[in-house]
C-alpha cells in the first residue's frame, strides 16, 4: 500500500483553510486505497517521517509554511518526494512583483503596479504616496500584501481615501503591499495539472462572481457568498488565451505538478496576469474542484494519478 503523508496546518492566517484542503485530500486519496496520514507544520513532523517513511509527500499548507519555498527545500534535502514546486519556483509565485516581473518577459500582460513597503510608506509621507498612486496608476487599485493567499488582506479602493485604509490592512499581513490597476473584466481561475509523461494540461476556466463585486476572504470560503460557472463564459477565443496564459505561467514559475492561475479577461479577450498559487485550495468551495468537475473528471481519481506520477517521477 502506497503511504502518503499529508501536510495540512501550519502557523499562518491560512491555516484553517489549510486544515479544510488537508482533509478532503487525505478523504480523496483513502478512497483510492491509499494508506494516508495528516500532519502538521511543527516539531514532530521530521521525527513523523522518519518513522512512517512516507511514499509521498503532499503539503496543502498555505500561506508562508508551504508556500515561501523553505519547507521544500528542507523535504528535498531530506530525500521525500513530494507534491509540488522545488523550493525556488516556490518562491517565485510567493513573491508577487517577482512573478509579475517573470511572465511579463515572458509576454504576458499583467496590469500596471508597484510594491510599496510600510516603511517607505511611512517615510516619505502617507499622503504624499497616496496621492502619487492614484495619479499615475490609475483609480480605481487593487491592494493586497505582497506575499500571501486566500485574499487576506485584499482590498479594492476607487477614491485616494480608501486606498489608504486599504494599504493599512495589507500591511498587517506583511511588510510590502502591492498595488495595482484595477482591470475590468472577468475574473477568472485556470488550473494548470501535469499528466503521466509530464505533459501539462489546463483545465477548463473557472469564472468568479462574487455577491458583491469583491473577491476577498469570506467570499472565496463561505458557501453562497460567490456564484461559480465553469467553464467561464468567455469566447471561445478568450478561452484559448486564457489557457495558454496559465501554462506559460505555469513554466515560468517552474510549478512542477499542480498550479492556480488568477486573471482578468478584458472585453477585447486579453487575459490580464494577477497571481499564481503553488498551494491552491483544495476546499469544498475552492477552484481545483471545480475546474477538475468542469473537465468531468473524478478530483479522486486525479489526485491518486497524480500522487503516483510523482513517486515514479522521484526514482526515475
Known amino acids: 500500500?502506497?503511504?502518503?503523508?499529508v501536510l495540512a496546518g501550519g502557523l499562518s492566517h491560512e491555516r484553517e483553510v489549510s486544515v479544510r484542503s488537508g482533509r478532503r485530500l487525505a478523504e480523496a486519496l483513502?478512497?483510492?486505497?491509499?494508506d494516508v496520514h495528516v500532519a502538521d507544520l511543527d516539531r514532530t513532523l521530521l521525527g513523523t517521517i522518519d518513522t512512517l517513511v512516507p511514499d509521498l509527500v503532499w503539503p496543502t499548507l498555505h500561506g508562508s509554511p508551504g508556500e515561501n519555498g523553505s519547507l521544500r527545500d528542507v523535504l528535498h534535502h531530506l530525500g521525500v518526494p513530494f507534491v509540488g514546486p522545488r523550493g525556488t519556483g516556490a518562491r517565485l509565485a510567493w513573491d508577487k512583483p517577482v512573478a509579475k516581473a517573470l511572465v511579463a518577459r515572458?509576454?504576458?500582460?499583467?496590469?500596471?503596479?508597484?510594491?510599496?513597503?510600510?516603511?517607505?510608506?511611512?517615510?516619505?509621507?502617507?499622503?504624499l504616496v497616496l496621492e502619487r498612486l492614484a495619479g499615475d496608476l490609475g483609480l480605481p487599485l487593487a491592494v493586497k500584501p505582497a506575499r500571501g493567499g486566500s485574499a487576506l488582506g485584499f482590498h479594492v479602493a476607487r477614491t485616494a481615501a480608501e486606498l489608504g485604509a486599504a494599504l493599512v490592512d495589507a500591511y498587517a499581513y506583511d511588510e510590502l503591499a502591492l498595488v495595482e490597476h484595477l482591470v475590468e473584466g472577468t475574473e477568472v481561475s485556470v488550473t494548470v495539472l501535469a499528466r503521466p509523461g509530464g505533459e501539462l494540461e489546463a483545465l477548463p476556466p473557472v469564472e468568479i462572481c462574487?455577491?458583491?463585486g469583491v473577491f476577498d476572504y469570506d467570499h472565496m470560503y463561505n458557501a453562497g457568498e460567490t456564484e461559480y460557472f465553469t467553464p467561464a463564459r468567455l469566447s471561445p477565443e478568450a478561452t484559448r488565451a486564457a489557457l495558454a496564459a496559465a501554462v506559460t505561467a505555469h513554466e515560468v514559475l517552474d510549478h512542477r505538478h499542480l498550479s492556480r492561475t488568477d486573471l482578468i479577461v478584458d472585453a477585447a479577450g486579453t487575459p490580464w496576469f494577477l497571481e499564481c498559487s503553488v498551494s491552491p485550495g483544495l476546499t469544498e468551495t475552492s477552484q481545483v474542484p471545480l475546474a477538475l468537475a468542469g473537465a468531468g473528471l473524478d478530483a479522486a481519481e486525479v489526485f491518486a494519478e497524480l500522487a503516483q506520477a510523482v513517486i515514479a517521477e522521484h526514482h526515475a
Not at 500500500?1 to 503523508?5: A, C, P, Q, S
Not at 483513502?30 to 491509499?34: A, I, Q, T
Not at 510599496?116 to 502617507?126: D, K, N, P
Open 1 to 5: 500500500m502506497t503511504t502518503v503523508l
Open 30 to 34: 483513502r478512497s483510492k486505497g491509499f
Open 106 to 127: 515572458a509576454g504576458l500582460a499583467t496590469p500596471a503596479h508597484v510594491a510599496v513597503a510600510h516603511s517607505t510608506f511611512r517615510q516619505l509621507g502617507a499622503g
Open 210 to 212: 462574487p455577491v458583491d
